[in-house]
């Protein structure tokens, strides 16, 4: 079965670092385009950024330049490095696969459990 399982989140302050992993298992990785999509407090799914199976990747641009996508084939393994974090960015931050993306709308075949990432002071 499809498991996703996220890490790495917590409390950092405005201009701080994280590193976020989601360890996948249950089907072919380097097959599949990877995604992160993050939820803040009282608002709907925001799909921050896509790796493809051949390394195309894509932000969002309120991330661009500070959040960095990545994938470790071998370790079956996806990564969002983020840095010079603001507040806007606190949200719990999903990675799934099999995504459909629209204005108004994320819809994935599967989730992981998310991972809180605060930004505050």
């Known amino acids: 079965e499809v498991q996703l399982v996220e890490s790495g989140g917590g409390l950092v302050q405005p201009g701080g670092s994280l590193r976020l992993s989601c360890a996948a298992s249950?089907?072919?990785?380097?097959?599949?385009?990877m995604n992160w999509v993050r939820q803040a407090p009282g608002k709907g799914l925001e799909w921050v950024s896509t790796?493809?199976?051949?390394?195309?990747?894509r932000y969002i641009d309120s991330v661009k330049g500070r959040f960095t996508i990545s994938r470790d084939n071998a370790k079956s393994t996806l990564y969002l490095q983020m840095n010079i974090l603001k507040p806007e960015d606190t949200a719990v931050y999903y990675c799934?696969?099999?995504?459909?993306?629209?204005?108004?709308?994320?819809?994935?075949?599967?989730w992981g459990q998310g991972t809180q990432v605060t930004v505050s002071s």
């Open positions: 790796i493809s199976n051949i390394g195309s990747i």
């Open positions: 249950g089907f072919t990785f380097s097959s599949v385009g």
């Open positions: 799934a696969i099999g995504c459909t993306f629209s204005y108004a709308d994320v819809k994935c075949n599967y």
